[in-house]
């Protein structure tokens, strides 16, 4: 009996292309996720992230390149998408079909089964509304049931597209902690968003997209390593803040004050020195904090040639 | 296969959808057989077109299942609604990707929601069926039609022909219905084009241009339902809707398989 193996990448991409016409949607994108991790997908709109999330799930073949989830190529979807879930492009359902009914035309035509409907309803907070029609659900609601029948095949790996779209702060909170949870039992989660923030709280990784191209795929702390840390500083006297900048120039780290508090570019161990300068001068120093730059800030950095 | 086949029967068997068809399908019937027998003696006629059909013909052992076939070309355009709605709003609603992705196999979910809709026709013929016999039976009296020759089994046979003619022209309709949906995504487009050909633009042509009815889908779709007519044989008509249809088939399922599924 052969030996059966998990692959060790959930999805794997090579020089991925997606053409329309003259315009390049996605360009030669190569990235992979391993299992079990949460992935993060990110670029402005218009870099090719649905477009890419298409083409993962066979809903349209690239015009180059190979691809592979869970092991299988994707020009064979019907080899691996029994065991992916899937929300693309926001939730679409039948208006006139109550939620538990969408979901189980959906549980029935996968092979999956329907007595799971409710308990998926339930864990997705749409518990007591499973039988009103989809059109009187808000747009929170009608994301949760997206996110509800992306998890219908109880997948190894779920791929959403912006699952966050409409909801409140709770509900974003509860799809995190939803998210987080599913990555803890081993399902590998590859999920795009306009909320750095959120992407950066609960993803492993990420693969950042400009214009088609890949611009960065790994580890987010390696990307957020990798981008010039701040010098927080506050000064006892606010007075001093200029003269604070000056010194920083002098040593060749420019900075700005934003809100009483000296911003200055440089890593972290040179905060040391900083303050000893700023002692000798005459400053006393009543904060200092090297910091990284948060995903938003290196996001709008590395994609400033959208601008 | 049959997976797709009860996906798309928990949509069709929806109250709304399913008893407001068969509604109609219960009024289209009964209008149709209710004017033949209580218009008998009308000189503006009682069937398609100021036809007239007179007691004798009624009285045949066919007479029994005339109203019937008569329904089909109502049921036709019913089901002709039905298959291009059904089709076509996956592609408004967005549903189509969610589909593709619990059933990647494009033309097994094609062949499974034509199937299903071919249910929900064959329930709609045998309703029609029903109501049209029992309102014969039940409007003979009062239009003084004998119906002895109704009780034989050569009458028998000839319900059990129109039945099998009648279903196979509703599930022409609504396959022609089905492939403007999959060309027009569209479910209003390939409704209201659907429906002008059908009934403005053939009758144009067939009024104007001789012999131009046995070559029109939709007269034959007619003649098929009436097991041949004036229009064309019934083995002309069969013949060459089911080439029309094979094209159109072709065609869309074609252009279904390697579209990109996009907004």
């Known amino acids: ?307 | 296969m049959i997976r797709v086949f009860l996906a798309e029967w928990r949509k069709l068997r929806r109250p709304s959808l399913f008893i407001g068809t068969m509604g109609a399908v219960v009024g289209a019937s009964a209008l149709v057989t209710s004017l033949l027998f209580l218009l008998i003696d009308s000189r503006q006629g009682n069937a398609q077109r100021g036809e007239v059909i007179n007691r004798a013909t009624l009285e045949l052992p066919h007479g029994l299942s005339i109203g019937f076939s008569s329904s089909a070309g109502l049921l036709g355009l019913i089901a002709l609604c039905i298959f291009a709605s059904q089709t076509a709003q996956e592609y408004t609603h967005g549903t189509l990707r969610n589909l593709l992705v619990r059933q990647p196999r494009r033309l097994t979910l094609l062949l499974g929601k034509f199937f299903s809709m071919c249910f929900f026709a064959l329930i709609s013929v045998i309703l029609s069926a029903i109501v049209s016999i029992t309102l014969a039976f039940a409007l003979s009296g009062k239009a003084k039609v004998i119906t002895t020759a109704w009780s034989t089994s050569e009458a028998r046979n000839g319900v059990v022909h129109t039945f099998v003619n009648v279903l196979i022209s509703v599930i022409a309709y609504g396959t022609v219905g089905m492939i403007l949906g999959l060309l027009l995504r569209s479910p209003i487009s390939s409704i209201s084009i659907g429906v002008a050909w059908l009934l403005v633009v053939e009758n144009i042509i067939a009024a104007t241009v001789k012999n131009s009815g046995k070559w029109m889908p939709g007269q034959l779709m007619n003649t098929v339902a009436a097991g041949g007519d004036f229009t064309a044989t019934y083995s002309h008509a069969l013949l060459v809707l089911s080439a029309y249809l094979a094209l159109g088939v072709l065609v869309s399922s074609v252009l279904f398989r390697r579209r990109d599924v996009t907004n």
Not at chain 1, 121 to 140: I, Q
């Open chain 1, 1 to 307: 009996m052969p030996l059966v193996t998990e692959p060790d990448l959930a999805i794997s991409v090579t020089d991925l292309t997606k053409n329309y016409g003259e315009r390049a949607a996605v360009s030669h994108a190569n990235f992979d996720v391993p299992m079990g991790t949460v992935c993060g997908f990110v670029g402005p709109n218009g870099s090719g992230k649905t477009t890419t999330m298409r083409m993962l799930l066979g809903l349209i073949s690239p015009s180059g390149g190979t691809g592979k989830v869970l092991g299988q190529p994707i020009s064979e979807p019907a080899n691996y998408l029994d065991r992916v879930g899937a929300m693309i492009e926001g939730p679409a359902f039948y208006p006139s079909l109550g939620g538990a009914e969408n979901l189980k035309v959906l549980a029935t035509l996968g092979g999956h089964s329907t007595e799971q409907v409710q308990s998926l309803l339930d864990r997705v907070g749409l518990g007591d509304r499973a039988k009103s029609k989809y059109k009187t659900y808000s747009l929170g609601m009608k994301q949760r049931l997206g996110i509800a029948a992306a998890l219908l095949p109880d997948p190894q790996l779920l791929i959403l597209d912006e699952p966050t779209n409409g909801l409140d702060p709770a509900g974003i909170q509860e799809i995190r902690d939803l998210i987080r949870s599913l990555a803890n039992e081993g399902t590998t989660v590859f999920i795009s968003s306009h909320l750095l923030a959120e992407i950066e709280m609960i993803s492993d990784s990420l693969v950042m997209l400009r214009q088609g191209e890949v611009i960065f795929a790994g580890k987010t702390q390696d990307l957020l390593l990798r981008q010039q840390p701040t010098i927080l500083a506050r000064s006892e006297d606010p007075n001093d803040l200029p003269r604070l900048l000056q010194i920083a120039h002098d040593a060749g780290h420019e900075g700005s004050v934003i809100e009483g508090v000296a911003h200055i570019q440089g890593p972290r161990e040179w905060a040391a020195t900083l303050n000893k300068i700023a002692f000798n001068s005459g400053i006393v120093l009543a904060q200092l904090s090297p910091e990284l730059p948060s995903l938003e800030e290196t996001f709008f950095e590395m994609t400033a040639a959208d601008e």
